[in-house]
């Protein structure tokens, strides 16, 4: 049995790399974020606060992320282990979340601010048909044209300077203290998320002494 928790700011790669360690090793992703947007897109009571707390602005509470974790691991379906992305939020679910499920280590993608900066600021969207678009790694064939729907490509209104600036400095406020505290107990690998998507991976089944990664 191997249970772990990854841990990285937004566009490090978190959930790409969960999936790819928990497909041969047959560990359970288990990402809160998509939890709850299953919850939105099937009109729950849990869907229903996280929509009116998204709709305020603010963020999902630590005591719904929680609350949905603890339910998610009561299915007890992940014979061999999870990986798990979006919780602890804070010190306190930290301790007790190690003390709980007998942690095997935590997986740290880091990713330095300014890296996340060129992005997020790299990322459009198709105004036609939604597909995602990055100017660094995948570009349209015509610049500001989707090659699918031949669409206006626009930037996310949330994807400004300013709102990365606020995001970035919201995540690492709640996240810093949870991975010191992992870092004291010693349970963090520090992985560079700057590599190719495959590198990253051996990287971190390397230094957590698994067998590498095939495809
Ligand atoms: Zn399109």
Known sequence: ??????????????SVQAAALGADLDLVHISVGDIFRWHVQNHTKIGA???????AGELVGDDLAEAVTAERLAQHDWNYGFV???????????EFFLESYDIDGVIFLYLPDEEVRRRVLARRLCSGCGMDYN???GR?????????CGGTLVTREDDTEEALAVR????????????????????VVTVDARPSKEEVQ???RKSLGLPPHKD
């Not at 349209?140 to 699918?148: I, M, N, T, Y």
């Open 49 to 55: 606060q996280v929509r009116r707390t998204m709709a």
């Open 140 to 148: 349209p064939a015509e610049e500001g044209v989707c090659d699918v």
């Open 1 to 14: 049995m191997r249970k772990y928790v990854i841990m990285g700011v937004q566009g490090s790669g978190k």
């Open 135 to 137: 100017l660094i790694a």
């Open 168 to 187: 970035l400095r919201e995540y690492h406020e709640k996240t810093d203290p949870v991975l010191e505290l992992f870092r004291r107990k010693e349970y």
């Open 84 to 94: 798990i992305d979006g919780f602890p939020r804070n010190a306190r679910q930290a």
């Open 202 to 204: 051996q990287e971190i």
